[in-house]
């Protein structure tokens, strides 16, 4: 059953959504060769909290931890760890905040030092498809649409992997409500958007191919063929002319800007 929210309530999403972004820009501050995943954690987890927040994903079907950070071949739901991170990898810090009995969505893909182009291209054409997914999120158009520019744009035009196992989704006082939103799909199919729809869109998109395996702590989401994948997540707003964007990568891109380490 899809739960339409009014505007007032759209509101109280971004204001989590807000405190989820910022919590992300925390972490792109400190990003430097040599931390680890599990200090990213805490600092997320206490912006949050210090936001009269709570962190949605700590507890939820029991994962453990307020962020889910997965490096390189990791695709979503990393455990933070003690592991230092090195120059080359690719960082995608997924965090969920709950406040006003509202949750808000995001993720985003940091690159730490230099890479390779090929790498960056992911990088850089995931979150383009994000973007381009949003562009079909209105009134009257299916999520079939935005399944489909997403995979248009990642595994038609580059040949990347579209994962299938996992998807987007509503959201609202449930950090997953209906419907799911598929990165791949046809054009046309899946149920009709109306106004008042909160999805979060989050296309995860691999360098190789599709096909994933679970790691043996039951929830880090791994390539099947061990290449890189990434993640980017912005919670929407569905209305007529064009989705209202509820989360932002504003401070999250400032702060990438701002930190040497980080390409961008
Ligand atoms: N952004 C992810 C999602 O919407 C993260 C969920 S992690 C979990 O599914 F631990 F909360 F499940
Ligand atoms: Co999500």
Redesign the pocket.
Known sequence: MIIYKTREQAELIRESCKIVNDAIAEAAKMLVAGITTMQLDRRIEEYIRDCGALP??KG??G?PFAS?ISVNDAV??GFPNDVPLKEGDIVSV?V?AFKNNYHG?S?YTFILGDTDEKVKQLVRTTKESLYLGIEKAVAGNRIGDISHAVQQHTERLFGYGVVRE?V??GLGND??EDPQVPNYGKRGSGPVMKEGLVI?I?PMINLGKKDVVTASDG?TVLTRDGKPSAHF?HTVYVQKVKADILSSFETIEAAEKGNLNLFS
């Open positions: 949605s994903f939820y079907s994962y889910c979503v739901h997924d969920g969505d993720a996992l987007g989704h950090l997953h979060a989050e929830w997540e």
